[in-house]
């Protein structure tokens, strides 16, 4: 499973770190993906990491913002945000995505599927 953890309400400006820790299922050889969003809006792809090869992949919105980088030893996954806005607010969920899955385009992320998610966590930054 993947457990993810770390958001909270921070002010316009701030900085989050969220961590994505996996049990009980393969890491190594998967890439690990975060994803939001918003109530009544479509899902939203935000940055990958490839356990395989480190390879980091972003999309605009989180380009420059947030970095993606993993501890294998731990099994974690984090994603630190900075100079947040209040269109970051959403739900962050990680999930396990097999690399079979995962096109990258200019170098963003296309993400075809995902077998494994963790529960989410809020984000909510305050203008």
């Known amino acids: 499973q993947l457990q993810a953890s770390g958001g909270g309400l921070v002010q316009a400006g701030g900085s989050l770190r969220l961590s994505c820790v996996a049990s009980?299922?393969?890491?190594?050889?998967?890439?690990i993906g975060w994803v939001r969003q918003v109530p009544g809006k479509e899902r939203e792809d935000v940055s990958c990491?490839?356990?395989?090869?480190?390879?980091?992949h972003y999309t605009d919105s989180a380009q420059g913002r947030f970095t993606i980088s993993t501890d294998n030893a731990k099994n974690t996954v984090y994603l630190q945000m900075t100079s947040l806005k209040p269109e970051d607010t959403a739900v962050y969920y990680c999930?396990?995505?097999?690399?079979?899955?995962?096109?990258?385009?200019?170098?963003?992320?296309?993400?075809?599927?995902?077998?494994?998610w963790g529960q989410g966590t809020q984000v909510t930054v305050s203008s």
């Open positions: 999930a396990r995505i097999p690399h079979h899955s995962l096109l990258i385009l200019n170098n963003r992320p296309l993400v075809q599927g995902r077998d494994y």
């Open positions: 990491i490839s356990n395989r090869d480190g390879s980091t």
């Open positions: 009980g299922i393969a890491f190594d050889n998967y890439a």
